[in-house]
Nanobody, 122 residues
Framework: VQLQASGGGLVQAGGSLRLSCAAS????????MGWFRQAPGKEREFVAA????????YYADSRKGRFTISRDNAKNTVYLQMNSLKPEDTAVYYC????????????????WGQGTQVTVSS
């Protein structure tokens, strides 16, 4: 199983980035995908998740309205569009796959990507 995250980089506050996560080798197609992030010295936290059908996107409250998660099952890829970025969004962003429905629960994600760095300058 491989989850390959990409799209991170350096952006000024107020800017946008789109992260991608390409999945391969998962044992089933009915998996939900989530994005988490981890800032230096902080615990990894939930950002957003989406069911395998592409419906029912779910967001951490603080990211609603600025972040949009989507997926293209034909490409086995999930995206995270991040707008109006703030310096506090600086973190390593990880994508992960789960076959369970408690999307915000980090322990329910079995497969993880390597992370992509997002840095937002003020």
């Amino acid at each position: 199983v491989q989850l390959q995250a990409s799209g991170g980089g350096l952006v000024q506050a107020g800017g946008s980035l789109r992260l991608s996560c390409a999945a391969s080798g998962l044992p089933s197609s009915t998996y939900a995908m989530g994005w988490f992030r981890q800032a230096p010295g902080k615990e990894r936290e939930f950002v957003a998740a989406i069911s395998w059908t592409g419906g029912s996107p779910y967001y951490a409250d603080s990211r609603k309205g600025r972040f949009t998660i989507s997926r293209d099952n034909a490409k086995n890829t999930v995206y995270l569009q991040m707008n109006s970025l703030k310096p506090e969004d600086t973190a390593v962003y990880y994508c992960a796959a789960t076959f369970y429905s408690n999307y915000a629960a980090i322990h329910e994600y079995r497969y993880w990507g390597q992370g992509t760095q997002v840095t937002v300058s003020s």
